[in-house]
Every structure is written in C-alpha cells, then in structure tokens.
T-cell receptor, first 118, second 111 residues
C-alpha cells in the first residue's frame, strides 16, 4: 500500500514563473487536502476536495493559486506569477470515510513539495 | 487568526523524562483533537487523537489529556527517547471539516 506521493519534491523557480505540483492520494481516499507550511509554523489549510468537487478554499488561496482534481484521483496545485512569499512546503493529504460513513478525522500526509522562489 | 494556540515553542528533556505540550482552543464546535509528529523532511503523521467525550486517552507511551471546560488539551510522552525528537503539532477540527494546526513544538530528547 503506497502512501500519498507528491511531485516534484523540490522546485526552485524565479519570481514571476508558474509552477505546478501534483499529488497522488492513497487509493480509495475520497478527500484530498492541500496545506502550506512555512519554517517554524504549522500546516495552514489551503483547500480540499471530496472526490472531484472542491468544497472549501482558504482566504490564503489568492487568485494566483488554482487547484484541480479532475477525475477524483490525483490533484494539481498551480501557482501563477510566483512571488518570494510563496516559498514554502506544500503538503498534500488524503483521508477516507470511516466504517459508518462519517469522516475518521485522520489525514495522511505526503512528504511535501518544497518551493523556493528566487 | 490563530484558532489553536500551542506551547511551548521548543522543549528539551533528558532521556526518560516526560515532556508535556499544551494546546488551547476557542471554537467550542471543535470535536476532534489530534496530535501529529513531524520529522525533518517528512510530512506530519498522526500520533494520537481524542474526541471531547473522554478526558484522557493513552496509546503506548503517548497520552492526551483533555479539559473541555478549560478548552485545553495536552500531550504527554512517557519515558521519552532520543527517537522522539521531532516537531509536534496539535490540531482540531469541526464536524469532519479541515484540520486547524497549532504552530508546533520542537522537542529534543537528550541521551
């Protein structure tokens, strides 16, 4: 059983360039989350999907950010016109419903995609 | 707006000691309180979690104490080991929605 995988693990880009991160959740996990983590801080919620529907977006997610999960499996997070303040670790997590159909609460995180904007 | 406040920022204990990390929250609708452990270069991993209908939960050397009236919960690590050195995050969620994380505590266990 593979865990959540993220690609690329590291990305260095110049300010103004676009970047895209990919997340492959644990198979059969219907929820997928994107978080951002900066040094010395906890993960900050960006957005999440249930199957292919994007159910919530944080105010942190400016219009330069867009996330998709077109077939309810993998997801992409694109950042357009990157700024130095976008430098962070972008974490993807997935979760599955519990036996009774309710949400278990546990998020399974990938190892993250570290973005450095020069 | 920080919904979950975590303290201390860092903690150093001797091997065998019992580090205690505290978290406080304001949103009384939170109904799930997990602790995550993160090693350098890795994503956070669930350590232990509690729901507000119990005051304490133990899993191995890890214990969560929960005080609903004070809106506080804490993590205790019994017989701490150098391998427990990591960053610990408390978190909370409401009705199966997103997790809100604390700022983290860097724990170092000295051998």
């Amino acid at each position: 059983d593979t865990g959540v995988s993220q690609d690329p693990r590291h990305k260095i880009t110049k300010r103004g360039q676009n970047v895209t991160f990919r997340c492959d959740p644990i198979s059969e996990h219907n929820r997928l989350y994107w978080y951002r983590q900066t040094l010395g801080q906890g993960p900050e919620f960006l957005t999440y999907f249930q199957n292919e529907a994007q159910l919530e977006k944080s105010r942190l997610l400016s219009d330069r950010f867009s996330a998709e999960r077109p077939k309810g499996s993998f997801s992409t997070l694109e950042i357009q016109r990157t700024e130095q303040g976008d430098s962070a670790m972008y974490l993807c997590a997935s979760s599955s419903p519990g036996l009774a159909g309710g949400w278990t609460g546990e998020l399974f995180f990938g190892e993250g995609s570290r973005l450095t904007v020069l | 707006q920080q919904q979950v406040k975590q303290s201390p920022q860092s903690l150093i204990v001797q091997k065998g000691g019992i580090p205690i990390i505290n978290c406080a929250y304001e949103n009384t609708a939170f109904d799930y309180f997990p602790w995550y452990q993160q090693f350098p270069g890795k994503g956070p991993a669930l350590l232990i979690a509690i729901r507000p209908d119990v005051s304490e939960k133990k899993e191995g050397r890890f214990t969560i104490s929960f005080n609903k009236s004070a809106k506080q919960f804490s993590l205790h690590i019994m017989d701490s080991q150098p391998g427990d050195s990591a960053t610990y995050f408390c978190a909370a969620s409401e009705y199966g929605n997103k997790l809100v994380f604390g700022a983290g505590t860097i724990l170092r266990v000295k051998s």
